[in-house]
């Protein structure tokens, strides 16, 4: 099949790291892919070129001129089928077969945002689905809100399928030994916009005791987003006096040796579609706490694991229960973890699931 990836950019977000590795999987099961984007951000261009997958830039900052000269590129293509995510892709996608077309076309849901329900654009933008063939949405959370939006979709339109994570690229380290020097480190992978709940953390890390402080280390690896958070949350870790306990980074391209060498992953989002940086700390043999949303409670067994994101003190507490865990304890966890990502995250059945609905 001849199949066209369509995304705002190859940035360093969640979605597109997925898309790009869907795109990798079809390659390698001989199907001609290539990708098309309309914001010249390529963190993972490298990935696809040395897939020798071809990326098309299309930029117009006039949303009317880029939706009329992307809706010619993808019907002169000559596609099978057409794989879009993200709420503004999509749309033009939705667009681009109107009135009729010959290719197959899905849509990729990934966002369980609650401010939808507040917006006009955004509800109007999941209406449009009737348009698609298939709405795939990677999270029963995430299902559950766009049958909430648009009611009359067919059962059998909207279907789950959860983020692919590649066994052989997402490999345990042989040489990881836990609590290195009597500290346990706890890796976030996150932009630094509000609703990834910096703030929270960092609050609720200051009401830890001195002796749990000593004993924590933080490294949030994640782009900075256009909002004033970073800034807040520097402020805040210079006012607690935390220099030493949490630390940001910029993003990187290799965060499955980072998640290798820590000894747990934590998330602390407001809300969520299906956290990749848990399905990765689960698949790379680590304990995981997280924010109780999305299908976290589907992923994650352990009650003390699981908090409310909103409240501060449950923040503490989980974060108290992971300093507290024996070495033992980090690795049957981390084991039992692995053990479920392998199930849930399988690259091979995801990616057949998704050539399956192309090819009806």
């Not at 990326?55 to 949303?63: L, S």
């Not at 924590?216 to 520097?234: P, T």
Request: proline share 3%; net charge positive; charged share 25%.
């Amino acid at each position: 099949m001849k199949i066209l990836c369509v995304i705002d950019s190859l940035g360093s977000g969640g979605a597109q790291r997925q898309l790009v590795q869907l795109a990798i999987g079809f390659k390698e099961k001989g199907h001609d892919v290539s990708f098309l984007i309309y914001h010249n951000l390529c963190f993972f261009k490298y990935e696809l070129d040395l897939h020798d997958i071809n990326v098309k830039i299309i930029e117009d900052t006039n949303f009317l001129k880029r939706i009329f000269k992307m809706r010619k590129y993808i019907r002169n293509l000559g596609v099978d089928g057409v794989i879009s995510f993200l709420e503004s892709p999509s749309f033009i996608c939705e667009l681009s077969g109107f009135p009729s077309r010959k290719w197959r076309l899905i849509v990729g849901e990934r966002s369980a945002d609650p401010r939808i329900f507040k917006s006009i654009k955004r509800l109007f933008y999941r209406w449009i689905h009737i348009f698609s063939d298939v709405i795939i949405a990677n999270s029963y959370a995430n299902k559950k809100m766009i049958k909430k939006i648009v009611p009359f979709l067919l059962n059998k339109k909207t279907h789950v399928i959860y983020n692919l994570l590649d066994k052989n690229y997402w490999v345990p380290s042989k040489t990881y030994k836990p609590l290195k020097n009597g500290k346990i480190e706890v890796v976030v992978a996150a932009s630094h916009i509000h609703y990834k709940n910096s703030i929270g953390l960092i609050k609720a890390v200051q009401r830890l005791s001195v002796l749990e402080k000593e004993k924590l280390r933080i490294n949030w690896y994640g782009k900075i987003g256009d909002d004033n958070s970073f800034l807040e949350a520097k402020k805040l870790i210079s006012l607690y006096n935390l220099d030493k306990v949490i630390k940001f980074h910029e993003p990187s391209t290799s965060m499955n040796s980072i998640y290798s060498q820590c000894d747990a992953v934590g998330l602390f989002s407001l809300f969520e579609g299906l956290p990749n940086t848990v399905c990765e700390g689960m698949i790379t043999k680590k304990p995981v706490i997280a924010s109780n949303v999305s299908d976290v409670p589907k992923l994650i067994n352990i009650k003390e694991a699981i908090f409310n994101p909103n409240d501060i003190n449950e923040i503490k507490d989980s974060l108290s229960w992971l300093i507290g865990l024996e070495k033992d304890n980090l690795l049957k966890i981390g084991k039992k973890n692995r053990s479920n990502a392998l199930t849930l995250f399988n690259k091979d059945t995801i990616i057949n699931s998704y050539l399956n609905h192309l090819k009806k």
